[in-house]
């Protein structure tokens, strides 16, 4: 099952802190480093900038960790 975000959009996910809050930045479709992390997308498995509304932090997430919310 596929999820589609886009820029703007304000998802959830769960971390070991529990349920995180978040706005999506941007769809990633090619190979990239964030925070020295490397980050394997691609336009067939693409993944999404997100950062977190309470301290700003930004990850990559693959769409089916995200939620609308």
Known sequence: MSNAFKAGDKVKW???QGT?????KKKLTAHTKIKG???AASKDNPEYLVASDKTGAEAA???GSLKKG
Do not use: D, I, L, N
Request: aromatic share 0%.
């Open 37 to 39: 992390h490397e980050v």
């Open 14 to 16: 769960e971390s070991s």
């Open 20 to 24: 995180v809050h978040g706005t999506v």
């Open 61 to 63: 997430h693959k769409p």
